[in-house]
């Protein structure tokens, strides 16, 4: 692998350590001011610096857009909110695998949407990810903590949003992202109306608006970051490479947050996130297998046309990322 090709992977680790301590600074920019406020300066400080960086280019910024455009960022606005709404109340670990089903939600969502009926694989992956989501979050939903079905929720809004994404790809990414961090800062403020103001936990200080000016360079270099690898390389590969995020946000749950890893949460994990990297790998098989077929038929004039995963992301992801 020449440096070229490895570029895009560097960019996504880059972007994954970004975005995991973005997510470990909401919750403790939270306990001085409420999630709802930084959820608001995630959405502003972004879109400041890439609306600054996308005019200094002369990118053409859209602000009405295609329903595809609109599905995306009404979908993604949902999911960032339910996701930070989340950082309030459970641990990362918990939260980054939940999330991270989005994949068989693409797969499920796929039959009513696309008229492609789910596989029995599929299935199974269901079923391991509702065990796995029982494990980890067993405990709390029983107790009437329902904090982990806001999160499910969240994947499933990440996949409408994923959803149809390869139909956007005449627009430079940064005016896709643009589009979604307007429309989610209205979803943000918004929420100060429709959710209920909680106590917070510390008096507003110096040190907290530290943390939250960190939650939105953090996420603005993730963003940068996260657009560049997923231009520059294989969107279903880029998609498998944002699970090694998951790796930066357990060590910062555990040893920055100090919330303790539980044994049985160590079974969860694998069955949550298990399904979906076999989904993903099988995006990354399924392109390849065609691409080999065309090269073995000259006379396909498709041979040189390289293939893209139907549902992937070509700006920001949510969240794995794309939404948080």
Not at 107 to 119: E, N, V
Not at 171 to 186: E, G, K, N, Y
Not at 232 to 251: H, K, N, Y
Not at 279 to 302: F, V
């Amino acid at each position: 692998m020449n440096n070229k090709n490895l570029q895009p992977y560097i960019w996504i680790l880059i972007s994954g350590f970004a975005f995991s301590w973005m997510a470990t600074l909401a919750p403790l920019a939270g306990k001085g001011c409420g999630w709802q406020a930084v959820a608001i300066v995630r959405c502003l400080v972004p879109l400041i610096l890439i609306s600054a960086w996308a005019s200094w280019d002369g990118v053409q910024l859209v602000f009405f857009g295609s329903p595809v455009l609109w599905m995306r960022s009404l979908a993604g606005s949902c999911s960032l909110v339910g996701s930070f709404y989340a950082f309030a109340h459970l641990p990362l670990t918990d939260i980054y695998a939940i999330c991270n089903i989005f994949p068989i939600w693409v797969a499920l969502l796929s039959w009513p949407m696309l008229g492609r009926f789910p596989s029995g694989a599929v299935w199974l992956s269901i079923f391991c990810s509702i065990i796995g989501v029982a494990l980890l979050q067993g405990r709390e939903i029983n107790a009437g903590n329902l904090t982990a079905l806001v999160v499910v929720g969240v994947s499933i809004f990440t996949a409408l949003a994923m959803m149809g994404l390869n139909q956007l790809k005449d627009l430079d990414p940064r005016a896709v992202v643009v589009h979604f961090s307007a429309t989610a800062l209205i979803f943000s403020v918004a929420s100060l109306v429709f959710f209920p103001l909680e106590t917070t936990e510390e008096a507003f200080s110096a040190v907290h608006l530290a943390e939250l000016l960190g939650v939105g360079v953090t996420a603005s270099i993730g963003q940068y970051f996260l657009t560049r690898a997923f231009t520059a390389g294989d969107p279903a590969r880029m998609s498998v490479a944002t699970l090694s995020q998951f790796v930066f946000i357990l060590v910062l749950d555990v040893f920055v947050l100090g919330n303790p890893l539980e044994p049985i949460k160590l079974w969860g994990i694998p069955l949550v996130l298990g399904p979906t990297l076999w989904l993903m790998s099988q995006r990354i098989q399924e392109p390849s297998a065609i691409a080999d077929n065309d090269a073995e038929d000259p006379t396909n004039p498709s041979v040189d046309e390289e293939p893209e995963a139907d549902w992937a992301m070509q700006a920001e992801p949510v969240g794995s990322n794309e939404s948080k």
